[in-house]
C-alpha cells in the first residue's frame, strides 16, 4: 500500500521564523517531539523519538534522516514507521506581506498495519501542526500528545465573567450558537436524548457529511452538557466520541467552565480538536460577554 497525505496550513509569522521552528533542536522539542536531534544538510540527521512520537521510538530506534534542505525554504526526511519506510517533506512559502504558508507531504510506501492508515498519518500532522500554531502564537492551548496514553482526552478549563445560567442559557439557545459554534439552521431540544445539530457540511473525499454533535447524552441545568460526538470525517464505522461542558460557579461571579472531548481510539484521532476547542471556548466567553 502506497500513498501519500498533502496539506496545507497558513500562519500570521514571516517565512524565516516558520522555517525556523522546523529545524531549530530546542524549538521542535516544544511543539514536535520529545527528543530532537537536527543536523540541516542532506544526509544529517532529523532524529526524534520519546513519548511524543507516533510509535514512541526509542533513542535507537530514531533513524531519521534528512533527504532534502534548502535554508529558509524546503526540509525532508525519512521516518521508519512500523518497519515501513516513509519520507516528510515540509517547505515554507511566504503568503501575502508577512504570513507563510507550511505545505507538508508524506509518503508512505507499505503497510503500517493499522486500521484508517491514510487518516492516522492525516491526523498526525493536524496534530503536529496545530500544536506548531500554539507555539508561535506564544503557547496558549500546546498539547503534546503522549502517545503512551490508552485513553487521550482533550480538556481545558476557561473563565468566563458571566453565572453559569448566563452561560448555559448561551449553550442552548440556537441563534446564539450559531454564533460562537456555527453550523446552519441549528436545532436543540433540551432534554436527555433531544437533538443537539449544528449540521455543518462540508466534503471529505467527494462526500458530502454533516458534521457535528447530533444528540444531548446528559443534561443538568446550569451544571452540565454533554453531547455525543460523530467522527467528524462520517465514517459510521469510527465509535462516537462525547464532548461536556461542566459549569460551575467561581466563587467570584463568575464561570469556571471544564470542557472535555473523550472517546478517541488512538492518540491521533485527536487530530486539531485541541487548539480549535479552544478557539471555539473564546468564541463563547465572547458571545455571553456581548
Same mark, same amino acid.
Given at each position: 500500500?502506497?500513498?501519500?497525505?498533502?496539506?496545507?496550513?497558513?500562519?500570521?509569522?514571516?517565512?524565516?521564523r @516558520?522555517?525556523e521552528t522546523?529545524t531549530?533542536?530546542?524549538?521542535l522539542?516544544?511543539?514536535?517531539a !520529545?527528543? @530532537?536531534?537536527?543536523?540541516?544538510l542532506?544526509?544529517?540527521?532529523?532524529?526524534?523519538?520519546?513519548?511524543?512520537?507516533?510509535?514512541?521510538?526509542?533513542r535507537?530506534?530514531?533513524?531519521?534522516?534528512?533527504?532534502?534542505?534548502?535554508?529558509?525554504?524546503?526540509?525532508?526526511?525519512?521516518?521508519? %514507521? +512500523?518497519?515501513?519506510?516513509?519520507?516528510v517533506? %515540509?517547505?515554507?512559502?511566504?503568503? /501575502?506581506?508577512?504570513?507563510?504558508?507550511?505545505?507538508?507531504?508524506?509518503?508512505?510506501? /507499505?503497510?503500517?498495519?493499522?486500521?484508517?492508515?491514510? !487518516?492516522?498519518?492525516?491526523?498526525?500532522?493536524?496534530?503536529?501542526?496545530?500544536?506548531?500554531?500554539?507555539?508561535?502564537?506564544?503557547?496558549d492551548?500546546?498539547h503534546?500528545?503522549?502517545?503512551?496514553?490508552?485513553?487521550p482526552?482533550?480538556?481545558?478549563?476557561?473563565? &468566563?465573567?458571566?453565572?453559569? +445560567?448566563?452561560?448555559?442559557r448561551?449553550?442552548?439557545?440556537?441563534? $446564539?450558537?450559531?454564533?460562537?459554534?456555527g453550523?446552519?439552521?441549528?436545532?436543540? #431540544?433540551?432534554?436527555?436524548?433531544? $437533538?443537539y #445539530? %449544528?449540521r455543518?457540511?462540508? =466534503? &471529505?473525499? /467527494?462526500?458530502?457529511?454533516?458534521?457535528g454533535?447530533?444528540?444531548?447524552?446528559?443534561?443538568?441545568?446550569?451544571?452540565?452538557?454533554?453531547?455525543?460526538?460523530?467522527?467528524?470525517?462520517g465514517?459510521? =464505522? @469510527?465509535?462516537?466520541?462525547?464532548? +461536556?461542558?461542566?459549569?460551575?460557579?467561581?466563587?467570584?461571579?463568575g464561570?469556571?467552565?471544564?470542557?472535555?472531548?473523550?472517546g478517541?481510539?488512538?492518540?491521533?484521532?485527536?487530530?486539531?480538536?485541541g487548539? /480549535?476547542?479552544?478557539?471555539?471556548?473564546d468564541?463563547?466567553r =465572547? !458571545?455571553?460577554?456581548?
Amino acid at each position: 500500500m502506497t500513498f501519500t497525505i498533502t496539506q496545507e496550513h497558513s500562519f500570521p509569522d514571516p517565512p524565516g521564523r @516558520v522555517f525556523e521552528t522546523l529545524t531549530n533542536p530546542n524549538q521542535l522539542s516544544r511543539w514536535f517531539a !520529545e527528543h @530532537v536531534e537536527v543536523t540541516p544538510l542532506v544526509g544529517g540527521s532529523y532524529r526524534f523519538w520519546g513519548r511524543h512520537t507516533l510509535g514512541t521510538p526509542s533513542r535507537a530506534e530514531a533513524t531519521q534522516s534528512v533527504t532534502q534542505y534548502q535554508p529558509e525554504d524546503s526540509i525532508g526526511f525519512t521516518w521508519m %514507521l +512500523s518497519g515501513v519506510p516513509t519520507e516528510v517533506n %515540509l517547505r515554507v512559502r511566504p503568503t /501575502g506581506s508577512t504570513g507563510a504558508r507550511l505545505i507538508v507531504e508524506h509518503r508512505v510506501d /507499505g503497510d503500517l498495519g493499522v486500521p484508517r492508515q491514510k !487518516e492516522m498519518i492525516d491526523d498526525h500532522w493536524r496534530l503536529a501542526t496545530s500544536n506548531l500554531a500554539a507555539y508561535l502564537a506564544g503557547g496558549d492551548g500546546l498539547h503534546l500528545p503522549d502517545f503512551t496514553e490508552r485513553h487521550p482526552i482533550i480538556t481545558h478549563t476557561v473563565r &468566563i465573567d458571566a453565572p453559569p +445560567s448566563v452561560v448555559f442559557r448561551a449553550m442552548l439557545e440556537p441563534e $446564539r450558537i450559531a454564533r460562537w459554534l456555527g453550523g446552519t439552521d441549528v436545532v436543540v #431540544e433540551p432534554y436527555v436524548g433531544g $437533538r443537539y #445539530e %449544528l449540521r455543518w457540511q462540508y =466534503k &471529505i473525499d /467527494g462526500r458530502d457529511v454533516i458534521g457535528g454533535p447530533r444528540k444531548i447524552l446528559q443534561l443538568v441545568t446550569d451544571e452540565l452538557l454533554v453531547l455525543d460526538w460523530p467522527d467528524w470525517r462520517g465514517d459510521e =464505522k @469510527v465509535p462516537d466520541q462525547r464532548i +461536556s461542558f461542566e459549569l460551575l460557579p467561581n466563587g467570584l461571579g463568575g464561570t469556571a467552565l471544564t470542557f472535555t472531548h473523550s472517546g478517541f481510539q488512538r492518540v491521533t484521532d485527536m487530530g486539531d480538536y485541541g487548539v /480549535g476547542w479552544l478557539a471555539f471556548l473564546d468564541q463563547l466567553r =465572547k !458571545e455571553v460577554m456581548t
